[in-house]
């Protein structure tokens, strides 16, 4: 976790060590976090400055509602600007590839093989989604009920390209959504808005939620990972409008 100017990184057994929480103007266009007036530091050292006044509001908005002690876990979007600060640029290329390769394994371009009702809801609610990324972004997957799809060459390239036109921050986004959905392809229509993430989590979890249908829902299992996954794609959602504020 992070950590103020001074104090050692913050673990999640930390009682809250400050009173005030503040944003400062650094740099034309940069806003650092501050507590009791001194700079929050991530667990790499690197003083936590973020690229827009409404992004830093929004971590300051984080720190400033712990209570007795500090909860990583009710702070994503420190984690998300931690991550970008201490990590990047340096593991943008790893990053970038990691995700193209990943285009292969889409979840969205694997059908059930055996002819029925999840195959056919399947084909209802995912086809939609990979048709609207194939058009307006070309990135066309090859749908299949075999062992591996065949997408065209020309999909990774328009992904890659994709990729290289977000800034650091905007990429921490798309990989954790990525991450979440195991699908490339809900990252895009989420990062887009073109989904929301409610409408993202039930596709992700589409063949999940026939099976629980079926057999019934396994508490403190599918419920937990549902809530989760809900929290982590909200949360990765807001991150991603806050950025837009700050765009022309």
């Known amino acids: ?61 984080e720190w400033d509602a712990q209570r007795t002690h500090i909860e990583p876990l009710f702070m994503p979007l420190t984690k998300f600007a931690s991550t970008v600060l201490d990590r990047y640029p340096e593991v943008r290329d790893k ?19 055996n002819p029925g009702s999840l195959a056919a809801l399947q084909h209802k609610k995912w086809d939609p989604v990979v048709e609207w990324v194939g058009q307006n972004h070309g990135v066309v997957l090859d749908v299949t009920d075999g062992l591996m799809p065949s997408h065209p060459a020309q999909s990774a390239e328009a992904l890659r390209k994709y990729l290289d036109a977000l800034d650091d921050w905007q990429l921490v ?45 396994v508490e403190g299992g599918h419920d937990i990972d549902e809530t989760v996954a809900m929290v982590d794609l909200t949360a990765t959602d807001v991150y991603l409008r806050i950025l837009q504020l700050s765009q022309p």
């Open 1 to 61: 976790m992070l950590a103020a100017d001074g104090n050692p990184p913050v673990r999640a057994d930390v009682k809250r060590f400050y009173k005030e929480v503040g944003v400062e103007e650094k740099d034309e266009g940069s806003f650092a976090v501050t507590v009791d007036g001194r700079v929050v530091k991530t667990p790499m050292r690197a003083p936590l400055v973020l690229p827009s006044e409404a992004l830093a509001v929004a971590v300051a908005q």
């Open 95 to 113: 990053v970038t590839n990691n995700l193209v390769k990943y285009l292969a394994s889409d979840s969205l371009a694997f059908r059930n093989h």
């Open 173 to 217: 986004g798309f990989d954790r959504i990525a991450a979440s959905t195991r699908s490339v392809t809900l990252s895009l229509a989420l990062t887009e808005g073109h989904l929301s993430p409610e409408q993202t989590l039930a596709l992700s979890r589409l063949e999940e939620e026939f099976q629980t249908g079926v057999w019934g829902v």
